[in-house]
């Protein structure tokens, strides 16, 4: 599949086409669903992040009228504001805690599965065979992680659709061209991405690289009317940033690197070898980012590599050309691709704290060039024997056990097991802490949420002032500006990590009164804290 390619119609599918197209849809939509109405206690440990909490109480107090704010009082622009939006109606309108999560992720679960339609619709829209379409739809469908994130009550699902959508309209502007207006439409649909997660904007920068190289008459003319577009639905979220919190930066895009990169620097001001201090830093982004990499994107990339390494081996028996059938295969769909990479690049060697939802576009991107490039790689591959038909059936049933392995060992154990210990955390507080007593986290998700007492947040994602008072190495200052009487968190949290930004001697300042749930290999025990004034007295 070429380039040229772009130029064909996609053809009408049968009825019997329709059928599997609409029984993948369905299937990959049943499966989302039913992980969205599993119990929420159950979800806390299988997919739903910490973070995802924030969301889930920025929009109920949006509904409850008191803007953009975690605790009801702090401003915060930490999140993507799209997703936020659209929560409100379900905290507006459903009752109780659970009900609204329960309807978020419903809303996650169409929008994911309108992602793979999207996939599959883009791989025809290219030029690719209907098998080609297919294959790339049920790659991403059903791929174990992508289900997983889909339920992670994060923007990932809905910045994902969108950025399929993206990519597909664009490819059709491409392939017809249009008048200037459709490019601003376009930009439209551009800013509406950025919206809806930020670091979408590599997207749609790639878009513009390949609209100038394509080196069109009137590209630039259509890369402004893009820019412009793209402009005008960012301008509101920009200018309230500006004007609320006095930057142009997200507090949840700089509040963890700068923790990273700040004991980085520490590590090599008290003498550590630079090459050891990477090691500890940059060393472990890129071993997390090769992770998350193979988590979202491993299963597509091996199919990918199949089809590659299959034509490029028996080039010599093939047609001229087979050899480069799974790169040509791939070549129209090099724009998400760049973009996914970018992505990932940025993250992990820039930020330096790369997390799996980030990724879930590769998905997208891989899912795009295996499927054609499998369908291309059998079809060359006939040439060797009628034996090589069941090539594309027996890697398509490779990636299938690849994926089934995969849900088998990430599935029963869960994405996130010890954050049972936080709902566990909210309860406990609420029965156990004085009424009205401020409790500080730096994971305060899952017990803002749920948690009669006001949460505030100390590792400054959902609040710029505390990660303001990290920078300072001012953090217990700020906690006893707050009213914070207790601290709640894993003791490595506490102890370690910001140990450096507290401002003052942990001993004195901090006294262990109480230890809940079993010790986390990583993060220690969840244990509670009452912060005393320097002189050792409660404050």
Not at 222 to 240: D, Q
Not at 450 to 461: E, R, T, W
Not at 484 to 513: C, K, Q, S
Request: glycine share 12%.
């Amino acid at each position: 599949m070429r380039r040229s390619d772009l130029s064909r119609q996609s053809p009408a599918l049968s009825r019997g086409e329709r059928r599997l197209l609409g029984a993948l849809l369905l299937a990959g939509a049943g499966i989302r669903l039913a992980i969205a109405w599993l119990p929420v206690a159950t979800l806390i440990e299988k997919t739903l992040p910490d973070d995802a909490f924030y969301y889930f109480a920025i929009a109920r107090n949006l509904a409850r009228g008191l803007g953009f704010s975690v605790d009801g009082v702090t401003p915060t622009n930490g999140f993507h504001p799209l997703w936020a939006l659209l929560l409100v109606p379900a905290f507006r309108w459903a009752p109780g805690p659970d009900l609204p999560i329960h309807l978020a992720l419903t809303l996650a679960a169409l929008l994911d599965t309108a992602t793979g339609w999207l996939t599959f619709r883009t791989v025809q829209r290219a030029g690719g065979s209907y098998l080609g379409a297919i294959l790339a739809s049920f790659l991403y469908l059903f791929h174990p992680a992508v289900i997983l994130q889909a339920a992670n009550g994060l923007e990932t699902a809905l910045s994902t659709c969108l950025w399929a959508g993206l990519f597909y309209t664009y490819l059709g502007l491409w392939r017809r061209g249009g008048p200037l207006l459709r490019w601003f439409g376009l930009g439209l649909l551009g800013g509406a991405v950025v919206l809806a997660r930020t670091d979408s904007a590599f997207l749609l920068a790639f878009v513009g690289l390949d609209l100038l190289l394509q080196q069109r008459k009137g590209a630039a003319a259509a890369l402004g009317a893009l820019a412009l577009g793209a402009f005008i639905p960012l301008a509101p979220w920009l200018a309230w940033n500006r004007a609320a919190m006095g930057t142009w930066l997200q507090s949840s895009g700089v509040a963890i690197p700068y923790v990273y990169h700040a004991h980085f620097r520490q590590a090599v001001a008290a003498g550590t070898p630079l090459f050891v201090a990477l090691r500890g830093t940059l060393g472990a982004a890129v071993g997390s980012g090769f992770v998350a990499f193979w988590q979202v994107a491993g299963v597509g990339a091996i199919g990918w590599a199949v089809a590659w390494g299959a034509t490029f081996f028996y080039r010599s028996r093939l047609p001229r050309g087979a050899g480069r059938a799974a790169l040509d295969a791939a070549r129209p769909f090099w724009v998400p691709a760049a973009a996914a990479l970018a992505l990932l690049a940025f993250h992990v060697l820039y930020r330096w704290y790369p997390r799996a939802w980030y990724f879930v576009p590769l998905a997208h991107a891989v899912a795009l060039a295996a499927g054609p490039a499998l369908d291309e790689a059998g079809h060359c591959l006939r040439a060797l024997g009628e034996g090589w038909r069941r090539f594309v059936p027996s890697v398509a049933t490779l990636l299938a056990l690849l994926m089934g392995l995969q849900w088998s060992r990430n599935w029963p154990v869960g994405l996130y097991p010890w954050q049972a210990d936080f709902r566990f955390a909210a309860d406990w507080a609420a029965a156990a802490l004085p009424r009205g007593a401020a409790i500080g986290a730096f994971n305060a998700g899952i017990q803002g949420y749920y948690g009669a007492h006001p949460v505030v947040n100390l590792d400054g994602v959902v609040d710029a002032a505390a990660h303001e008072a990290v920078r300072g190495g001012a953090l217990y200052a700020y906690a006893l500006r707050r009213g914070v009487r207790y601290l709640i968190d894993h003791r490595n949290y506490v102890e370690g990590m910001y140990a450096p930004f507290w401002g003052e001697p942990l001993e004195g300042t901090l006294l262990p009164v109480h230890v809940l749930g079993a010790e986390h290999p990583l993060y220690g025990p969840l244990t509670v804290y009452q912060v005393l004034h320097s002189d050792g007295a409660g404050p």
